[in-house]
Every structure is written in C-alpha cells, then in structure tokens.
C-alpha cells in the first residue's frame, strides 16, 4: 500500500467514524452496562458467600437492593447501547454512502465504461455496509472493554492486591494473544474474504445480467461454474477467518480460567490470616470472570478491524484518486431561463484513455428546431449526445441560448439539455414510479397525459394503469415501448432540448418509423436533436447534420 493509498483509506476511516457528540452516548451506555455487569456479579457474590456467615439482615437487604438494581440497569443501558451506538453508525453509514456516490456521479457514464459493475456494487454495497463495524465492532467495544478493565484492575487491587495483580498480568496476556494470533492466523484470510465476496458478487451480476445470452450461446454452464468457484472460495476464506478468530476467542477464555485460579490461589492464605474474609474472597475470584466476559469482545474487535480496513482499501480502489481530464466537472454557475437554442462551433471530445470521438463538429440547432445527426456507426454521434449533456469536456465553442456552456454548472447544463439514451434505463418498479423521479410532484393525470402523447396511454390502461409493473431492466415491456417511457420522462422534466440517441435502436423495423414519428410529435414546441442511423419519416425534421470520423461534412 502506498503512501497516498494509505492516507485515503485513513480518510475513508475517518468518515466512517460518527463524530464525537454522535458517539459518545454509545459510549457512556456501554461502560455503564459492562460496570453493571461487573458490578452484579460482585454483589452477587458477596451477598451469596455473607448469607451464610453473618446473622444481621441489614447489609444483606442493601445487597439484595445492590443486585436489583444492577440486573435492571445491565437491562436498560444495554438497550440504551444498543439504540444510540446503531443510531449513530446507521446515520454515519448513509452519509458514508451519499459521499461515495457523490464521488461517483462525476465519472457516469463516461468514466466507468471499463469498470467491472460487480465490484463497484460490491463497495457500494458490501463494504460500505461494513464501515459500520468500525464504530460498532472495533471503538466502542474496545473502549469499554478497556474502561471496564482498568477499574476492574483498580477495584481488585484494593480488595486484594495479588488478586489484582494476576488479574492485570491475565488481562495483558489476553490482549496480545487475541490481537497477536488473530494477525497471524487470521489476516489473510480475513483480508481474502472481501474480495471474494466481491468476486462472487461480480460473478452472480454477470450471470444473472445476461442469462439470456448465455444461455443462446451455450455459455450459461460455464458462467454458473465461475458461480459456484467464487462461492466457494467465499467460504473457504470465511471458515479460515472464523477458524483464527475462534483460537483467539479460546485463549482469552482459557485465560479469564487462568485470572481467576490465580486469584484464589494468591487470595486464600489470607482467609486464614484475617487478611481478606470470606465474601471479599468470592470477589475477587468471581470478578475476573465477567471482565473477560466483557473482554470477549477484543478478538472480534481486532478481526472486526482487519476486516473494516480491507473494505476501505476496496472502497478507495473504487473511488478515484481524481476525475479523468477527459470528464467534465459540475462547478459552474447556476442559471435558470435558458431557451432552447444550441450552438457548436469545431467542437472536439475525448473519452477517458485518449480515444478521441469528436474531432471537428459544428452544429446549430434554433428553438422549435427539429434536426436529424447521421452517420456510420462509430462516427461520433453518441460521444456527441456525451457531450452535449456534460459528460465529455469539450474544446471548442459550445453555447445554450447564447450563454457559453462551459461556465454553466453540470446541473443546469443537464436541466436545459435532456437525454433520452439508446438503451433507456427502467427500474424493477411500476410505470408511475419509473415517471416520478423525472418529477416527483407530477399528479397521475399529469402522468397519464404525457403517456398519451407518447402513444402508450391506451397500452398503459390495458395493463391495468400505472401500477402495472415494467420488470428489471424493462423486461415486461418491448424495446419501443421502453423508449416512449423514458421519452415520457423527459417530457414530464420540460427540457428545452431533447436528445435522442438511437431511439429505434432494438425496435422492428417494421414499427421504426411509427415510433420516430410519435417521438418527433410528442416533443411539441421542443427542439429536439435526433442522432439517428436510420432515416427518419420524410417531412419529420428540419435538417440534417451528417458526422464522419468524428467530423461535421
């Protein structure tokens, strides 16, 4: 790991940290339940071992109270735990995640073409998620277990010094033991686990995602043995990890045996000589044990760690250092009013990894304006669509409505020019759904009418309205129909300029035209820019633009 690397993973680490003021509540709760734990079992003790010797019910009933209140306190602060320490990871876990897809947005789509889906749904999902355990898992039960062992130590020692002694130098070996053989026997496997639940992750989202096409080209087999090996390397980590964190475990208990042995065995000879009578001899043996109960926690707080810096490695392997120079940035200035003019003026586009798409286009598209871009597939019109909605940087002039587009922010660049891609994303929900996060505050009639000017509207009342669900992906729907939804979609948003890429792409032929035509129609007085192989319908647009090699001719 480099230097620089380190330094990330550290920030990441840091961000995965509930502030203090979140935190601390956790915190106090879980000493307090962990002193109750102690605390009941010593009063237990003593008042167990003095009902047998003492005759006066005074200091009984005040340890009777002692073990009542300490069993519903141990309760309540548990609990209380509980309930601040989730809270305050669960709400540092959604902002950890927010930060990550905020780092995203700049490189989609342009700058994740390369980037294996499987493993960026992994650290968004998997490890990400696992970033809680360091607040949960690793500090705070680390901190209590520490509070609790040093007053645990202090208070011991006061009764019987040896007994505190040994309970000290048991505590210590512990530590060691847990940390030291759990690195030894435990971190490559634990470091091994996240990356194969990634690879199966990657592995399952390939399979599933293209099951058809396996399936047609008789590859389906072997995509479900690259399944089946990723599972089982999955496990295979997973047992060794478990494996080294269980002999961790074994000796930290074989060592809370070992405290409290110790403590009898250097206490007893004091029974006789008056030193230490028979209740604080319970104590001081009985003590040990609940410490290391609550000292059980160090192992799996060590794997816990291991495990947390992995997925922050991973996190930072999937987050980039900096945007390619080949992406636009979203700063810019936010503007509103913008009409539906567009200018371009030897207009050049590079794609991440120098593989230049534009090299020369001039464009003109006036309000109201509907224009067709031609041209052979890879001649640039898709980079052409990148750019325009800002995903590419541009040289050259590129201007909306007389206003230069560069100084524009992304957001506003992308409220004025809309996309409706090739292949349409539609989401596994009901039509209205995959319609309002266009516009969430769109009525259902507002719905239903701009699915009648789509052409869907009769489509959508046979199936049983906007509830009537679209599949993954669009799998209940034809490619035509996916692409008069997300048409709707950007109608429903009211760009001043519309985009389409390759709208009959995946459509019959035979229904191609039909579809250009009610698309051209629905955009009403919108300019509209159609990048398009196949001709549109004669008498459906104004002009058209023809690219070459990433040129205007």
């Known amino acids: 790991m480099t230097v620089q690397t380190d330094a990330r993973v550290r920030e990441i680490l840091r961000r995965a940290q509930p502030p203090l003021a979140g935190f601390l509540p956790g915190l106090l709760w879980g000493v307090l339940s962990a002193t109750a734990a102690v605390s009941l079992l010593a009063v237990s003790g003593w008042l167990i071992v003095s009902a047998s010797i003492v005759d006066s019910l005074v200091p009984l009933s005040i340890a009777v109270v002692g073990v009542r209140f300490f069993a519903v306190s141990r309760a309540v602060t548990r609990y209380l735990e509980r309930l601040s320490g989730h809270d305050a990871a669960l709400r540092r876990l959604a902002v950890t995640r927010a930060d990550m897809v905020h780092r995203l947005i700049p490189l989609s789509p342009a700058g994740l073409g390369r980037t294996d889906r499987g493993r960026v749904l992994s650290a968004l999902v998997d490890d990400v998620e696992n970033l809680q355990n360091l607040p949960l898992r690793v500090v705070q039960p680390l901190a209590v ?19 505190g002694l040994a309970l000290a130098v048991c505590l210590l070996v ?3 033991a847990a940390v030291g053989l759990g690195w030894m026997l435990g971190s490559r496997a634990e470091t091994r686990v996240s990356l194969r639940r990634a690879e199966l992750s990657a592995a399952l989202v390939d399979y599933f995602g293209s099951l058809d096409v396996l399936i047609a080209y008789g590859a389906e087999a072997a995509a479900r043995k690259r399944v089946q090996s ?3 390397a999955l496990r295979n980590a997973a047992t060794r990890a ?17 405290a409290s042995v110790w403590a009898l065995a250097s206490t007893y000879p004091g029974l006789r000589t008056g030193a230490i009578d028979g209740p604080w001899l319970a104590v001081v043996v009985l003590v040990p044990m609940v410490v290391f109960e609550v000292f059980g926690a160090v192992p799996i707080a060590a794997a816990s760690w291991r495990s947390v810096r992995t997925s922050a490695r991973r996190v930072v392997d999937v987050l980039p250092q900096r945007r390619p120079d080949e992406l636009r940035g979203d700063d810019g200035v936010d503007a509103g009013g913008i009409e539906g003019s567009l200018r371009l003026r030897n207009v050049r586009a590079t794609w991440p990894g120098g593989v230049e798409g534009l090299r020369g286009v001039d464009l003109d598209l006036e309000p109201g304006e509907r224009v067709l871009v031609s041209g052979a597939s890879g001649a640039g019109k898709s980079t052409l669509a990148a750019a325009l909605v800002g995903f590419l940087r541009v040289d050259g002039e590129y201007s909306l409505g007389g206003r230069d587009a560069a100084t524009l922010s992304g957001p506003t660049l992308r409220s004025v020019v809309g996309l409706c891609e090739q292949s ?16 969430d505050t769109a009525s259902d009639d507002e719905l239903r009418a701009v699915l009648d000017r789509v052409g869907l509207g009769e489509w959508v009342r ?16 034809s490619g035509g129909q996916a692409q008069r939804i997300a048409l709707a979609r950007v109608l ?7 985009v389409l890429d390759e709208p009959t792409a995946g459509v019959d032929p035979a229904a191609s035209d039909a579809l250009l035509r009610d698309l051209l129609e629905a955009a009403r007085e919108q300019s509209v820019l159609l990048i398009s192989h196949v001709a549109p319908p004669v008498g459906t647009v104004d002009r058209v633009v023809r690219i070459e090699a990433g040129r205007t001719v």
């Open 242 to 258: 478990s494996l080294a964190q269980a002999i961790a475990a074994g000796v930290v208990s074989a060592m809370a045996g070992a």
């Open 492 to 498: 429903l948003r009211g760009f001043p300029v519309l």
């Open 145 to 163: 277990a520490g509070v609790v062992a040093v007053g645990a130590v202090v208070f011991v020692t006061v009764v019987s010094p040896p007994a």
């Open 174 to 176: 512990a530590a060691g």
């Open 462 to 477: 046979e199936r049983g309205g906007l509830d009537a669900r679209v599949g993954d992906r669009g799998a209940l729907v």
């Open 424 to 439: 349409p994303q539609l989401f596994d929900e009901d039509i209205r759904q995959n319609l309002l996060f266009a516009r």
């Open 230 to 232: 990723a599972d089982a």
